[in-house]
């Protein structure tokens, strides 16, 4: 079964606002990763946050992990066309076995 | 450096017929994973190694799918007697240590399987 679950599953959104992706999981973590995929083919890492940590930025991206909900969200702000993709949130549940969500789906209009 | 390389980049086959795909990690790095994706999806974990050993093999669609993983580096995923819902991307992707010590994955561009 799925350890993590993306909201919303598709989401369209003008250039220059901020995107909001958040994800649900069910089990103790390690660590939250967050990462995009173009094309439908390799994934590319974004950010990685710890159980211990509540917040992380990374350039266009804040992270925030809220372990007593077991739910994270990403914002990507000032969105930009090169933003479209799918966004997938993955887990370390204290098992090295590494899951992924289902994904979003974002989608930058001009 | 060069990143994680998977091969063949697209593969058709027939059904009934035995496929391997083949994953090279990045150098040194110890945990390995393999994923497949089908189209539109999420990725459905398949099977990880720490080092040559696969400690959990639960993920594994059937008995016609096995792995292994030799000198802590290639890895071959292979399909017996394929099935047309086998056709999928498989995605490898290798850390340089385990995730479980804040190490992210690196993804290859991962083999499109495509059983007729």
């Known amino acids: 079964s799925q350890q993590g679950e993306e909201d919303p599953q598709a989401l369209s959104i003008q250039e220059g606002e901020n995107a909001t992706m958040n994800c649900s999981y069910k089990?103790?973590?390690?660590?939250l990763q967050w990462y995009r995929q173009n094309s439908g083919r390799g994934l590319v890492h974004l950010i990685l946050?710890?159980?211990?940590?509540r917040e992380k930025h990374s350039g266009r991206l804040r992270v925030t992990l809220d372990t007593s909900k077991k739910s994270s969200s990403l914002l990507i702000t000032a969105s930009r066309a090169a933003d479209t993709a799918s966004y997938f949130c993955?887990?370390?549940?204290?098992?090295?076995?590494?899951?992924f969500g289902k994904g979003t789906r974002l989608h930058i209009l001009p | 450096g060069a990143g994680v390389s998977q091969s063949p980049s697209n593969k058709v086959t027939e059904k009934g017929k035995d496929v391997e795909l083949r994953c090279d990690p990045i150098?040194?790095?110890?945990?390995l994973y393999w994923y497949r994706q089908s189209l539109g999806q999420g990725l459905e974990f398949l099977i990880y190694?720490?080092?040559?050993?696969?400690?959990?093999k639960s993920g594994l669609p059937s008995d016609r799918f096995s792995a292994e993983r030799t000198g802590g580096s290639v890895s071959t995923l292979t399909i017996q007697r394929t099935q047309q819902e086998d056709s999928a991307v498989y995605l490898c992707?290798?850390?340089?240590?385990?995730?479980?010590?804040?190490?992210?994955?690196?993804f290859g561009n991962g083999t499109r399987l495509t059983v007729t």
């Open positions: 993955a887990t370390d549940a204290r098992d090295d076995k590494i899951i």
């Open positions: 089990t103790s973590i390690n660590n």
């Open positions: 946050i710890r159980s211990n940590e």
């Open positions: 150098s040194g790095h110890t945990a």
């Open positions: 992707a290798s850390s340089l240590t385990y995730v479980g010590q804040d190490s992210p994955l690196h």
């Open positions: 190694f720490q080092g040559n050993s696969a400690p959990d």
